[in-house]
Nanobody
């Protein structure tokens, strides 16, 4: 089992920045790939970014490329999502996810999920 706990969400004005953290515990060998998804009210959960264990393999949704950066610290078993130039449309609950095999963008490919952290961007 893997436990994931997100933190760092909050309220920010458009153009601002936030950094989300996802701390993993338990069988961290199952966190080869770590990813961030988000879900806005009334919308389906969507892929945001993913990173493999080495940190050299990353994937981003087109909507966040150039603004968001995913990273990880394996010594701390923590993944991060640095979000810059935030827009009101980035408002959502952000979820951390993990899987024991290479990167994927589909939410149903991930077996471990955190509880989510709210990000609200005001205009």
């Amino acid at each position: 089992q893997v436990q994931l706990v997100e933190s760092g969400g909050g309220l920010v004005q458009a153009g601002g920045s936030l950094r989300l953290s996802c701390a993993a515990s338990g069988r961290t060998s199952f966190t080869y790939s770590m990813a961030w998804f988000r879900q806005a009210p009334g919308k389906e959960r969507e892929f945001v970014a993913a990173i493999n264990r080495s940190g050299f393999g990353t994937n981003y949704a087109d909507s966040v490329k150039g603004r968001f950066t995913i990273s990880r610290d394996n010594a701390e078993n923590t993944a991060y999502l640095q979000m810059n130039s935030l827009k009101p449309e980035d408002t959502a609950v952000y979820y951390c996810a993990a899987r024991g095999i290479p990167l994927a963008t589909a939410s149903n490919a991930y077996g471990y999920w955190g509880q989510g952290t709210q990000v609200t961007v005001s205009s």
